[in-house]
């Protein structure tokens, strides 16, 4: 006799079958868990690119500065809390946003332009200039980020969709 049929239907179908319970064919299960991991990864170097600045630059008056940098904060922390919640407009409006405060930062800092003065500020702006660009390459091109706001059916936190 046969080792299959020693078997229960059930048991066969386990065997021929190896996907999990749940699987849908097209979608890679834990992906939308990465995707949010990416995005406390992006947050927590926002910030550390936001204290960074706070810190690394030579300027006596710093309530300017500090009023820029929550406000990139407030922004950036909003529209991070939009991806997470699968909001598919979020994504691009948070890579501009990282532009404009790159560019922000680069007006602000303008002396760190001026190499031989202030060759910290410049190591200041251009450490700050890439966090942000990471970030806004990792917004658009991640695909577990891009998979945690695709429109699929099934797709939204509170099961609409």
């Known amino acids: ?21 749940g699987y849908t064919l097209g979608r890679v299960p834990g992906s939308s868990r990465r995707g949010r991991r990416a995005l406390v990864v992006i947050f927590c170097a ?5 204290l960074l600045i706070y810190f690394g630059s030579p300027v006596n ?10 406000t990139a904060a407030l922004w950036t922390t909003i529209l991070l809390a939009g ?4 909001q598919n407009w979020c994504r691009p ?15 602000l800092f303008r002396d760190a ?8 500020l410049f190591v ?13 390459w990792a917004m658009v091109c991640l695909p577990d ?3 945690l706001t695709s429109r699929a059916s099934g797709s939204h936190p509170f099961g609409y969709g």
């Open 145 to 147: 980020i891009r998979r």
């Open 1 to 21: 006799m046969s080792e299959q049929s020693k078997l229960s239907p059930q048991e066969v179908a386990v065997i021929t079958n190896p996907r999990p319970l």
């Open 113 to 120: 332009l001026d190499m031989p003065v202030s060759h910290g």
């Open 93 to 107: 409006a948070l890579s501009f946003v990282l532009f404009v405060i790159t560019c922000a930062v680069m007006m």
């Open 83 to 86: 991806v997470w919640f699968r």
């Open 61 to 70: 008056d710093r309530s300017p500065l500090l009023a820029a940098i929550l």
């Open 124 to 136: 200041v702006v251009a450490i700050s200039a890439l966090i942000n660009v990471a970030a806004a």
């Open 46 to 50: 926002l910030r550390l690119n936001d």
